[in-house]
């Protein structure tokens, strides 16, 4: 290695130099964008990270993004990666106590059969719970029409009222009732009971 009198490198050692810092930049921006690959391959998979901008955060049908991990759904299971159900073994089958109705949200019936609850509705040989109008998680349409009438559950797993209905407080109204009527929030609900009582005062 060449130094001059005043310590300063030749001109050769400082371009070694700069390439060896070049060459260390790009195998840590490769190393690094290998990583982001790798996390979005494994990424919106069950036990993995949800997808972030994305309709659907998680691949599996039947999942769901939970505290930011991708979870199966209600009643179903994950087996090799994917979010699957099993019917139920007693549902519609003879008994002779609830002992012997197994599946979620199943009784033994009068009639000595394995029947859904009224808090449930069969969906594919399974009881699952009925879901109103507004609120989430809804599997099939089935459980939000028996929730409201021609309720239907959409693509993100909500229940959404009939066309030209809205949502108020697990129901469905028509628009013009909503409007006079605004959903009333838990911590206003008792501030509007005071002013209506209130009201009957000045009104009396």
């Known amino acids: 290695m060449m ?5 300063r490198q030749s001109d050769s050692c400082t371009k070694n ?3 060896i810092r ?4 790009y195998s840590i921006t490769a190393l ?3 990583e982001v690959h790798s996390a979005k391959k494994t990424s919106g998979l069950i036990g993995q990270p949800c997808l972030t901008n994305e309709k659907r955060r998680c691949i599996p049908e039947n999942a769901e ?3 930011e991990i991708c979870m199966c759904a209600s009643f179903y299971k994950a087996i ?3 979010c699957v159900t099993e019917k139920s073994k007693t549902l519609k089958q003879h008994c002779r106590g609830g002992g012997e109705c197994h599946g979620p949200g199943e009784f033994c019936s009068s009639f000595s059969i394995c029947m859904c609850l009224s808090t449930h509705v069969d969906v594919g040989s399974q009881c699952k719970p009925v879901v109103y109008p507004g609120q989430h998680g809804c599997e099939d349409s089935t459980q939000c029409n028996k929730g409201f009438p021609g309720a239907n559950c959409d693509v993100h797993r909500n229940c959404v009222c ?3 209905l809205v949502a108020i407080q697990q129901t469905c109204v028509s628009n013009e009732h909503a ?10 609900k008792v501030k509007y009971e005071v002013k209506c009582q209130e009201s009957e005062k000045v009104i009396n």
């Open 3 to 7: 130094r001059y009198s005043d310590g």
């Open 17 to 19: 130099i700069m390439t």
């Open 22 to 25: 070049l060459l260390l930049f």
């Open 32 to 34: 690094l964008i290998n």
């Open 65 to 67: 993004c939970i505290d």
């Open 80 to 82: 090799d990666g994917a």
């Open 162 to 164: 009939p066309v030209g």
């Open 179 to 188: 409007a006079h009527h605004p959903p009333i929030q838990n911590g206003e």
